[in-house]
């Protein structure tokens, strides 16, 4: 197994400011935009996101949902081995407000297609948009593409994109690994 530094620490962190202006750009005050981060893996980035809008370029009071798949997804029973749910935490109306998905790693789409049949028990949001950290653009099975990507990645099917996140891993670093 070897492993390949996509993104280290200094890199994430330029990909998350440019990550942040540019929804500034297209949401301005976030007044009517709430950030959902998907569970298990998004959950940091859109944590980090929040606090980066509101720390350093002064954006008041961001909301943050967690929203979770796991009863939403299409292989839900296709596995034997027990699947472990996390929370969903969603304390805002969904309902005609702009919800902005976020995630680490874009790879087939179904993670977003789950979301999408998901946020739907919270409301009909005005607009739907999709921010993730990794874009593996030729590994989809389903026409989903990101509003807003922090790096595009070639991997083949072989290959994972693993993403680890200093509050969980003890460091912000992106490895492609090949088996």
């Keep these: 197994m070897s492993q390949k530094v996509l993104l280290n620490s200094k890199e994430v962190t330029i990909i998350l400011h440019r990550l942040a202006c540019q929804l500034i750009e297209k949401h301005l005050d976030f007044s009517n935009t709430i950030l959902v981060g998907i569970q298990p893996r998004g959950v940091y ?41 996390n929370k969903t935490q969603i304390n805002f109306i969904v309902e005609d407000k702009k919800v902005i998905f976020i995630d680490d790693v874009l790879f087939t789409g179904r993670s977003i297609r789950s979301a999408l049949t998901a946020i739907q028990s919270f409301g009909r949001p005005s607009e739907i948009e999709l921010l993730v950290l990794i874009d593996r653009r030729f590994s989809r099975h389903l026409p989903i593409q990101p509003d807003y990507r922090g790096r595009q990645v070639d991997a083949i099917n072989g290959e994972k994109v ?18």
């Design 45 to 85: 980035l859109a944590e980090r996101l929040k606090q980066l809008l509101e720390s350093e370029y002064k954006v008041p009071e961001i909301s943050l949902g967690y929203l979770d798949i796991t009863f939403f997804r299409d292989d839900f029973r296709r596995t034997d081995k027990p699947l472990e749910a």
């Design 162 to 179: 693993i993403v680890s996140w200093k509050e969980n891993d003890g460091e912000d670093v992106v490895h492609l690994v090949t088996n």
